[in-house]
């Protein structure tokens, strides 16, 4: 079966959170869409980190090259999808004309999921992205909780909603809790998609 449209992920190194993405998102779309990954700042060849590797829902394959993403990527691609707000931007500057089609992973998740609830339906990739972009600024995306503080500690500011901050070179648990939101907002994003995609 031809894929009916391409989606690029994108993290820094792309050995962490956008690969990650990318086999969640290639598992469950089924080969109806090709999905890729890269880095804004990629050491070309890297493995993926194990920490990642832990989350990698069952079937998916962990073997994985890092690669350093380019303008004609991100031209190519239907829809791409970076970690934070900040590398969002930079793939923009990187592909001009390309900001209808570049989202954060939260945000996508979050245009993608309300247009799946309305029951709406697209011929491919290209339209959803073209769908979402025209739903941004009308839908919330949901922020994380901030957590509870004793009257005796800083208060922590909350992080930006569109942005999974990189655990990669965090201690453990910070490196697990942010692979284990990529994740689970990878499988939110997959599951709006496929309803989305899916014939009538």
């Known amino acids: 079966m031809e894929p009916n449209g391409r989606l690029l992920v994108v993290c820094t190194a792309n050995v962490c959170r956008s690969p990650l993405a990318q086999r969640v998102l290639g598992l469950r779309l089924g080969g109806g869409v090709a999905v890729s990954s890269a880095g804004v700042r990629a050491l070309s060849g890297s493995p993926m980190c194990a920490v990642s590797?832990?989350?990698?829902?069952?079937?998916?394959?962990?073997?994985?090259?890092?690669?350093?993403?380019?303008?004609?990527?991100?031209?190519?691609a239907d829809l791409v999808v970076a970690m934070e707000r900040e590398q969002r931007g930079a793939l923009v500057r990187e592909a001009p004309g390309t900001q209808a089609s570049v989202f954060t992973l939260r945000e996508a998740a979050a245009l993608a999921g309300a247009l799946a609830e309305r029951g709406e339906r697209y011929p491919d990739l290209a339209a959803?992205?073209?769908?979402?972009?025209?739903?941004?600024?009308?839908?919330?995306?949901?922020?994380?909780?901030?957590?509870?503080?004793?009257?005796?500690?800083?208060?922590?500011?909350?992080?930006?909603?569109l942005t999974i901050v990189d655990g990669h070179g965090a201690p453990e648990p910070q490196h697990r809790a942010a692979a284990a939101r990529v994740r689970a907002v990878s499988e939110d994003l997959a599951a709006a998609l496929g309803a989305l995609l899916a014939p009538r």
């Open 53 to 76: 590797a832990l989350e990698l829902p069952d079937g998916a394959d962990p073997t994985h090259a890092a690669r350093q993403v380019e303008g004609d990527d991100v031209r190519a």
């Open 128 to 161: 959803v992205a073209r769908a979402m972009h025209g739903q941004r600024g009308l839908v919330a995306v949901p922020a994380d909780p901030v957590p509870p503080r004793r009257w005796w500690q800083r208060a922590v500011p909350p992080e930006d909603p």
